[in-house]
C-alpha cells in the first residue's frame, strides 16, 4: 500500500468531473487500499478519488474511531434526499479551514462496492454529509464553494501564505543541512 499526495485548493484539477469506474480489477482493489490509507494518516473521514488526482467515481469513508468500519461506494448515486442540516465542514484538500454546510439530513444511495456488486443503503447524520461532500469532489465540487466569494477568496489568500511559509522553512532547513554538513 502507498500513501498518496492530496490536492489543495485552488489546484484546478480539484475541478475535474470524475469518470465512471468500468473495471473492477486488481487496480482499482490498489487504489481503494491506497485511498484508506491515505484518509487514515491524514486524517479525515472521508476521501475522494478526485482528491489524489485520479477522475474516477470512487469515494471511501470511515467515520470509526477505530479506523475499522471502512466503506467503499463506486459510481455512488443519490436515489432521494430528506430533509435538511447544518453542519460544520472540514476538507483534507483546504486544510485547517472549517464552516457551515446546509446539506440534505437522509439520502438513499445506490452505488457498488469494490467487486462491483450493486447496493442501496440509507444514510443520515456525519455519513450523509460526508457522501455528499465527497460526491461533491466528483463533480469537481468543494464546500468553500458554497460559502461567499468573499469569504473563498479569504481562505485562497490564507492557504496561499501558509504554503508560501512552508516552502520558505523547507529551503532555510535544507541549507542548514547542507551548512551542517
Ligand atoms: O475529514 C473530513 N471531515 C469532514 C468533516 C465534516 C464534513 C465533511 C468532512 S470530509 C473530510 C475529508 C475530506 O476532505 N473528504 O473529501
Ligand atoms: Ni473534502
Do not use: W
Not at 480489477?25 to 489524489?52: C, H, K, R
Amino acid at each position: 500500500m502507498a500513501l498518496r499526495t492530496i490536492l489543495e485548493f485552488p489546484d484546478p484539477r480539484l475541478r475535474t468531473r470524475a469518470e465512471p469506474v468500468t473495471r473492477f480489477d486488481a487496480a482499482l482493489g490498489t487504489l481503494i487500499d491506497d485511498m484508506l490509507e491515505t484518509m487514515y494518516a491524514a486524517p479525515g473521514i472521508g476521501l475522494a478519488a478526485t482528491q489524489v488526482d485520479v477522475h474516477k467515481r470512487l469515494i471511501v469513508i470511515d467515520i470509526s474511531k477505530e479506523h475499522n468500519e471502512p466503506l467503499v461506494l463506486v459510481n455512488p448515486e443519490i436515489l432521494s434526499r430528506e430533509g435538511e442540516a447544518s453542519t460544520e465542514e472540514g476538507c483534507l484538500s483546504v486544510p485547517g479551514i472549517f464552516d457551515e454546510v446546509k446539506r440534505a439530513a437522509t439520502i438513499r444511495v445506490r452505488a457498488q462496492d469494490r467487486d462491483g456488486t450493486t447496493f442501496e443503503r440509507d444514510f443520515d447524520e456525519v455519513l450523509a454529509v460526508c457522501i455528499q461532500h465527497e460526491m461533491d469532489h466528483l463533480e469537481g465540487r468543494l464546500f468553500v464553494d458554497y460559502l461567499s466569494d468573499l469569504k473563498r477568496e479569504r481562505i485562497r489568500k490564507k492557504l496561499d501564505k501558509e504554503r508560501k511559509e512552508r516552502a520558505a522553512r523547507t529551503v532555510a532547513a535544507s541549507a542548514g543541512a547542507r551548512r551542517a554538513y
